[in-house]
């Protein structure tokens, strides 16, 4: 009789890769541990596939852009598909100017590469990005505008283009229950 259980090994060295990397720092404005982000994004990307490296990509996604491990350390530890999934899910950085000041630039830059990538690299984004809006909603019902402070940009409009733009981008994945949800929480958002 053949084994019917999901091979997880590489997600769980992944998971707890991403957990001891995002040890004893908290996800901003939330007071919970910053594991719990990664963790729901993955529980998103579950809902449309089961392949390990992208369940693994996904845990992994924040572990380059915040933290001190590389995309060097990923591709040592989990491959070439993984470490590029996350590549492609890290911030960029622009020289000489800080993080509000180059907000906008980053977030064009991520919203026309995500509009290029492969199906699976978007997936993987979807997680990160549903995540991030089912926070925003949840916050924006609690707190109202004052949600937008939490933000290196403040203005919720920005955030409205970069959502709208980011549902845009994610071509392809419409058939998908994460891909119904992003669009709704726009409109439950920003109308």
């Known amino acids: 009789m053949a084994n019917k259980f999901l091979n ?23 007071a919970y541990p910053y594991i719990i982000h990664p963790m729901e994004a993955v529980a998103i990307v579950a809902t449309i596939t089961n392949d390990p490296e992208l369940l693994a990509a996904t845990v992994l996604h924040d572990v380059v852009e915040d933290t001190d491990f590389t995309e060097a350390d990923i591709r040592k530890e989990f491959g070439d598909r993984v470490a590029d999934l996350v590549a492609l899910e890290s911030d ?5 100017m800080g993080e509000s000041e180059s907000w906008k630039a980053r977030k064009q ?10 199906r699976d690299a978007k997936i993987v984004a979807i997680g990160d990005k ?8 949840r916050d924006y019902e609690a707190q109202g505008e004052k949600v937008w402070e939490l933000f290196h ?6 955030h409205e283009w970069r959502y709208r733009a980011l549902l845009q981008a994610f071509s392809g994945l419409e058939d ?8 709704e929480l726009i409109k439950k958002i920003w109308g």
């Open 8 to 30: 997880t090994d590489l997600f769980d060295k992944a998971l707890i890769f991403a957990t001891k990397a995002h040890a004893n720092t908290e996800r901003r404005g939330k």
């Open 153 to 158: 940009a403040p203005e919720p409009g920005l």
């Open 92 to 96: 960029i950085v622009v020289e000489n």
């Open 176 to 183: 998908t229950a994460p891909y119904k949800e992003f669009a």
């Open 109 to 118: 830059f991520a919203i026309e590469r995500l509009s290029k990538v492969s």
């Open 130 to 137: 549903l995540s991030n809006l089912r926070a925003i909603q």
